[in-house]
């Protein structure tokens, strides 16, 4: 099970309550909910290693992924405007190791549900 640690303000808006979801969906290995939560041109660029494009090998890419599931999931700051959203916070991962991260989104409208971009920085921390 996967403890979460949310400030009272994570969650002010309908587009944050939904990147906080989605980032919980993350440390849970939902592939289900990312995927029906991106475009069909989702591009997913995780800085200094891989950029992922399209809807089927962003689900590849989760699947290889989902076996590593966060025992652990604190958000910092959670911030959404118009098309675009931000996530920061840290991840303690069922191996021990500890990472900190920060993902940028961005929506198909100001009005829109689904995510069309997503760059993530993310740092091993002790």
């Not at 919980?24 to 200094?48: C, P, R």
């Not at 991962?93 to 500890?98: L, P, S, V």
Request: proline share 2%.
């Amino acid at each position: 099970m996967t403890k979460i640690i949310a400030s009272p303000n994570c969650g002010n808006s309908p587009k944050m309550a939904f990147l906080k979801e989605f980032n919980i969906a993350f440390a849970k290995g939902d592939v289900k909910f990312l995927v029906d939560s991106v475009t069909e041109d989702i591009v997913w660029n995780i800085v200094g290693d891989r950029k992922i494009t399209g809807k089927e090998n962003f689900a590849d890419e989760l699947e290889k992924m989902k076996t590593k599931k966060a025992t652990e999931l604190a958000f910092d700051q959670i911030l959404s405007h118009g098309k675009e959203g931000a996530v920061n916070g840290t991840m303690k991962m069922q191996t021990g190791k500890k990472y900190a991260f920060s993902d940028f989104y961005q929506f198909n409208g100001a009005k829109g549900a689904k995510i069309k971009a997503i760059t993530s920085y993310v740092i091993e921390i002790e």
